[in-house]
């Protein structure tokens, strides 16, 4: 790993949308930025997938990520949240694909036991873990856990890049559904 990677890291969400961007220069892991698209002032849902389109297609130009990692959405009872919640990771997604940004996913847990050890921990303890290995200062965390979550996803792909790669990656759209049998 003596190359320089810069990765992206998606905790999506419907209402706040985190990112955070790690800079990688053999061994050692930087924060390059971290922050939030806020949607909460977008009442119409397909508003949102639009903006959030533009923001992370706007945040994928601005770094140019080799790689992007993103946040599994968790099952939740209610089915109208998943699938809203779904569709912002799907759009947050085809930004990536249409840059041929190879995307692996994570699921919360892998996430938090890769960042803390504890697969169960809270996300205070993985914002304060990350601060401590990537040795910032609290206010540099921000005020929303959205991005320091995906801050970890981005951190969690940084510390697997070294072991063999997971079946969930992805490099086409071609590539996804030639892995799903569509073609």
């Known amino acids: ?19 955070g961007v790690l800079k990688i220069s053999g061994r050692k892991a930087e924060m390059v930025a971290m922050g ?16 959030i ?33 779904g569709r912002a990771q799907g759009v947050a997604m085809v930004a990536a ?23 169960t921990a809270s996300k205070e303890q993985v914002a304060d873990m ?15 856990m959205d991005a320091s979550d995906a801050l970890g996803a981005a951190y969690c792909h940084y510390l697997q890049m070294s072991r063999p790669q997971s079946e969930s990656k992805v490099k086409s759209w071609k590539d996804f559904a030639k892995k799903k049998g569509l073609i």
């Open 1 to 19: 790993m003596n190359q320089e990677k810069i990765i992206l890291g998606i905790d999506p969400g419907t209402n706040i949308m985190g990112y």
């Open 36 to 51: 939030v698209i806020d949607l909460h002032k977008y009442g119409d849902h397909y508003l949102k997938l639009g903006h």
């Open 97 to 119: 694909i249409q840059r041929q940004v190879p995307i692996t996913e994570y699921a919360p847990m892998k996430i938090k036991m890769a960042i803390t050890g504890i697969g």
């Open 53 to 85: 389109f533009e923001r992370v297609t706007g945040i994928i130009e601005s770094y140019l990520p080799d790689e992007m990692a993103i946040e599994a959405p968790f099952f939740g009872k209610n089915v109208q949240s998943m699938l809203k919640l």
């Open 130 to 144: 990350l601060r401590r290995m990537l040795h910032l200062d609290p206010e540099e965390m921000g005020k929303y």
